[in-house]
């Protein structure tokens, strides 16, 4: 169960998300010309789009530094994700490294996908209700990219 109201919901999507934009963001400039780094570059505007939803349709306000800690348990760190994975070490090239950082998406969408599941039962609002179920169909789509993408590694 969710201890947050919707708007606490709402800004714990938008840091996910920022998030999100953040590391794939970071994974397209490291994998380059390749499709790997094609399939970090969709996933950066995606998430970048669903930052648009989030803030434009629902005035969802930033993060206050006092809040943070409430919403830490709702979020997923990339960076360590990324860190115990190696992909930012260095150590990886190719397909390794593709793989890596794409378990590391795979972790962060299914983790989303949970989060927006979860939090679409708790809200009482419609119009929030049917964003989060958007959201969460999107990240499941993100997902399925990613899936199919680790099978022709």
Known sequence: MLDLNEIEILQVALAHEKQAKTFYE???????DTPAGDLFAFLADEEE????KLSTKH???EFEADWQEKYLPYLIDLD???WEEGVDAGGAEGPDAHRKGLAVARKA???AIAFYHQ???VVEDGNVRSLLSDLESEERIHLEKIEAFLKDL
């Open 26 to 32: 970071r994974l397209a400039r490291s994998q380059g």
């Open 49 to 52: 789009r669903h930052i648009r």
């Open 59 to 61: 005035g969802v306000p």
């Open 80 to 82: 360590r994700l990324a």
């Open 109 to 111: 969408e299914a983790h």
């Open 119 to 121: 939090a679409a039962e």
